[in-house]
């Protein structure tokens, strides 16, 4: 059974910084891609980025690219998502999601496995 932990959201001013965790059980392959999805309300899940199972490759939605940095790290079976310069546009709650293949989606559809989210609260 594969479970899904997020945690590290918050309140930050804007221009600050977060940096967001999902800590991953019941997955031993590290072929496994993982991504973040975010929720802000009254709006759909949209992509916010995606890692390869060794992480090698990364994609990211146009909207966080230069601010967000997706990593991961296998021998401790989390991957993270570092959030910088930090707008109101961001508040969201923050889905951790891991899917099998090597496939960067930014589909939702593609992703196998969620975790709870973690709510993420930028104030101007």
């Known amino acids: 059974q594969v479970h899904l932990v997020e945690s590290g959201g918050g309140l930050v001013q804007a221009g600050g910084s977060l940096r967001l965790s999902c800590a991953a059980s019941?997955?031993?392959?590290?072929?496994?891609?993982m991504g973040w999805f975010r929720q802000a309300p009254e709006k759909g899940r949209e992509f916010v980025a995606a890692?390869?199972?060794?992480?090698?490759?990364?994609r990211y939605a146009d909207s966080v690219l230069d601010r967000f940095s997706i990593s991961r790290d296998n021998a401790k079976n989390t991957e993270y998502l570092q959030m910088d310069r930090l707008t109101p546009d961001d508040t969201a709650v923050y889905y951790c999601?891991?899917?099998?293949?090597?496939?960067?989606?930014?589909?939702?559809?593609?992703?196998?496995?969620w975790g709870q989210g973690t709510q993420v609260t930028v104030s101007s």
């Open positions: 999601a891991a899917k099998g293949g090597p496939a960067l989606s930014s589909y939702e559809s593609a992703y196998d496995y």
């Open positions: 019941g997955i031993t392959d590290s072929s496994y891609t």
């Open positions: 890692i390869s199972g060794i992480g090698s490759g990364t």
